[in-house]
C-alpha cells in the first residue's frame, strides 16, 4: 500500500450529511475545511444589523448554520465537543484556493449532476494533481460526474458513500469511475477500515450500488406485502425489529426517521436505471405512499408519516383509511416460540416454520429477498459477502442476507422461494452440486465464502487484523460454564468472553471471571477481558440481588457482593496483565470491571458510566471506592481538595454515562496515559491482545496493594451533607435520593474521621458493601429495582 497520509481533509457541501462526515474526520483526529455557497440575499436579522453580503459573518451563515445544528443534534456527530476545533468552516468563493493544500476532496453537495460536474470543474482549477477526490453520491453513477476532466482528476475520483449518520453507520462504499486507479481504491479501502473504523465495500457502478439497492428493495418489498396481507404498520415493526436482529426501529420508524421522500427518491431511481431488474415492478409506489408524498407525510422532519405525535400520544396511520389511529399491540404466536432463543441467527428457522400470520409473512418476506439477492451477483457485485457486510454495516442487520439463507438452511431456502413463485439463481442450485451446502464456512478461526467464478469457498479477505470469536469459539475453548466461554487468543494471551442475557454479571461469569485469572496465572501471560455481542456488560445481575434482598437473605447478600469485590480486585491484582475491552453499554458492574483492569482498550463507541443510583444503591463492586481512590490520585498541591472530590462523587450521584469513550476520560472512568481507545471495534480484541502481550513481555510484576489513600474524612463528609440537604430543599432530589447520596459521601469521605487520613483499599471496600447492603433493606431501593426490572427504566420515588 502507497504511504499515502490524510493530514487534512476538505468536505465540499455542509448539509447533514456533509457536516456529519466533516465531524467524523475530526473524530479521528485529521484536520477538515467544511465549504458550503454563499448566500444570495440577507435574512432580517442581517437586514436589522445592518449587514451587507460582503460581510464575513453573511458569507459564511449557510456553513455556519449547518454546522452548529449537527453540533447539536442527538445523537452527537462528534465524539468529544473539543474536536470540533479541528473543523475550520469557509466558503466557495473566499475559500476555494485553500484545497490546494489538503490530502482529500470529498464532495456532498445536492444529488444533481449538473450541479456536481459544476463543482468538480471549479475544483479541478485549486486541486493539485495526486489529491484525491471522491463523491459521496448515494446514486447517481460515477461515470457521467468525471467526463470532461483531467486525466489525473480521473486517476484518483471515485465515488465513496457513507450512510447517515456517518459516524455511527459503518458501511463505506467505494465505487471506482472508469479512470480510478487500483492504489487508490486499495488506499480508501483500508483507511476507511483502519482510521474511519467503516466497513469497507468496493461495489460496481450500478445504481443505488449495494446496500441501498438491497435495502431499498427490502422495504418496497414490504410496503407491497402489507397490503397483499393486511397487517398493520405495527405488526410490521414487531416482525421486523429486534425479533431478526434489526434495530428497534424496525421499517416504519425507520422511514420516518430518513425521510419518505430519501426513500422514494433512491427506489425512483432504481425503477428508472434498471430496467432490466426481473422484480422491475416493485419499485414502483404503491397508491399510499404516493399520497403520503402527496400530503407531505415525510415522517420526523415534516411532523408526521407512518407515526405522527399528538401531545404526549404517538398516532399511527391506518393504511387503508389514511388515518391516524391510537396505536394497537402486536402479538405473534410464533414470536413467543422465540422468547427463549438468545440468538438471533438460531431464531429463523423457527421463523419460517411457524404457523401463524407471522410464519407466512416471514416465508414470504425471506423467499423474496433469498431469491433478490441470488440474482445481484454479479450485477452489483462479484462476491455475496460483500452483501451481507453491506446490510450489516449500513443498515444495521445483526445478519446478512446469505447468513440468514445459511440459517433457514440453503435447500430450504430454495424452497421457501419455490412456493412463493420466485426464480432464484441458478449459481445457487450449482454451489449445492459442488458439494457446498453452505455459503458460508469457517476453517483454522478464518471466515470463507463461497465464490461463484472459482466455485468453491474461498477466505474472506481482511480479517488477519481481526480476531472473530464466533470463529474461534470452539476450536479454542479452554473453560466453558453458563456465564463464559473463556477462548485461548494464542500468543500466551486468553479472553473471557461473557455469555449471559446481555452479559449482566453474576454469579457464573464472576466464577469464569475467577477461573480465567487461574489459568492464565498458571499456564498463560496475560488475559483479555472482551467480547463481541452488542453490548460489553449492562452491569450485575440485578434480578438476583432482588430476590436475596426480597428474601432477606442478607447474608448470602453480603456474601455475593463481597465475591464480587473481590474479583475486581483479583483483576488488580494478579500475577498476569488484565486488559478490559468495552464496547456499546458498559454499565455499572461492566464499568467497574474496566476500572480494575491494568488497562482498558475501550471501543470509540462506548457508553459507559456507574448507573447505580437508578436502581437505589451505589457502587459496589469497587466503584464507589476506586472514585475515592482516583480523585484523592488526581489532588495536587495547592489543590482544592475537597472540590476534586466532589468532581468524582457527581460523575457517580448523577449517574453520568459518557456518550464515547472519549468523554469518559472527563470523568476519570478511563484513565489518560494509560487507556487506549480504538475507532474499528472489529479490531478491538486484536488490539486489547497485542497490548496484553506488550504488557507480558516489558516484564510485569504483581501490583502491591494499595494502603496510602487519603481520605478527608469530617471535613468532606461535611460538606457532601450540606449539599444534599440543600438539594432536597429545593426538590432537585427526593427523600430517598438524598439518602443513597449520603451514604456515598460516607464511603468517598472515608468515614467520620476527625482529619485526613491514610487508609487502605480493603477499608473503603468494606465501607462501600456496608453502604450497599443497608440501602438493599429499604423499600424505595427495592421498588426502584422491581421498576427496572420490569420496564428496563429508572423510577423516581
Partial sequence: MSKRRIKKIAVIGSGIMGSGIACHFAN????????????????????????????KVVRNRIVNDSFTAALKSKPSPIYHQSFAQRITTGNMEHDIAKIANVDWIIEVVVERLDIKKQVFENLEKYRKPGTLITSNTSGIPIQFMSEGRSDDFQKHFCGTHFFNPARYLKLFEIIPGPKTSQEVLDFLNGYGEQFLGKTSVVAKDTPAFIGNRIGIFSIMSLFHMVKDMNLTIEEVDKLTGPVIGRPKSATFR??????????????????????????????KLPDFISKMVENKWLGSKTGQGFYKKEGKDIKSLDLNTLEYRDKQSAKFATLELTKTVDKVIDRFPILVNGKDKAGEFYRKNLAALFAYVSHRIPEITDQLYKIDDAMKAGFGWEHGPFQIWDAVGVEKGLELAKAEGFNVAPWVQAMLSTGSKTFYTVKDGASYAYDIDKTSQEKIPGQDAFIILDNIRKSNEVFKNSGVVIEDLGDGILNCEFQSKMNTIGGDVLAGLNKAIDLAEKDFDGLVVGNQAANFS?????????????????????????????????????????????????LGGGCELSMHADKVVAAAETYIGLVEFGVGVIPGGGGSKEMALRAQDTFRKGDVELNVLQEYFLTIGMAKVATSAYEAFDYGILQKGKDVVVVNKDRQIATAKAYARLLADQGYTQPVPRKDIKVLGKQALGMFLVGTDAMEASHYISEHDKKIANKLAYVMAGGDLSEPTLVSEQYLLDLEREAFLSLCTERKTLERIQHMLKTGKPLRN
Fill in 538 to 586: 449492562v452491569g450485575a445481575n440485578i434480578g438476583m440481588i432482588f430476590m436475596m434482598a426480597v428474601e432477606q437473605e442478607y447474608d448470602e447478600l453480603n456474601m455475593a457482593i463481597k465475591y464480587f469485590q473481590d474479583t475486581m480486585m483479583r483483576m488488580r491484582y494478579s500475577s498476569i496483565p488484565t486488559i478490559a475491552a468495552p464496547h456499546g453499554m458498559t
Fill in 28 to 55: 479521528i483526529g485529521v484536520e477538515v475545511l467544511l465549504l458550503d455557497i454563499i448566500p444570495r440575499e440577507l435574512n432580517d436579522a442581517e437586514k436589522a444589523k445592518g449587514l451587507t453580503l460582503n460581510d
Fill in 254 to 283: 425507520t422511514v420516518d426517521v430518513v425521510g419518505l421522500d430519501t426513500l422514494v427518491h433512491v427506489a425512483n431511481g432504481i425503477a428508472d436505471n434498471c430496467p432490466k431488474d426481473e422484480r422491475h415492478e416493485l419499485f
